[in-house]
């Protein structure tokens, strides 16, 4: 056996040097790094794709959006809700019991 046939296979300890999210192949006298699916990079370091990151950051962005609008939409309610109870708000077109009821509604809804 000649001493260039011998090759060590350096996948064997730490991954070959690759990224965790990568597949180390021995190949003679060398190694290679391919990123796994769903990752990007040289395989010495892999990140995670784009579209997934893109997905990711849009759905905190949605979450974010319907907290917000949900909070302001509370906040309108409760706004609404004072100024019933201090007669600022004077609906002309009602008669004074529907005034009562829309009050009995939103206090028992909110």
């Not at 990151?53 to 949605?62: C, D, F, M, R, T």
Request: charged share 15%; aromatic share 12%.
């Amino acid at each position: 056996m000649n001493i260039n046939e011998i090759d060590i296979d350096e996948c064997q300890t730490n991954n070959g040097g690759c990224d965790v999210n990568s597949d180390c192949t021995n190949t003679i006298g060398s190694f290679t790094c391919v990123c796994n699916e769903g990752y990007s990079g040289d395989g010495i370091t892999c990140n995670l794709a784009s579209a997934e990151k893109n997905q990711s950051e849009q759905a905190i962005g949605i979450g974010v959006g319907v907290t917000v609008g949900l909070l302001a939409l509370i906040l309108l309610v409760l706004l609404v809700l004072f100024f019933i109870r201090r007669n600022v708000i004077v609906f002309f077109f009602l008669k004074k019991t529907q005034v009562h009821f829309l009050f009995f509604i939103f206090y028992f809804l909110f």
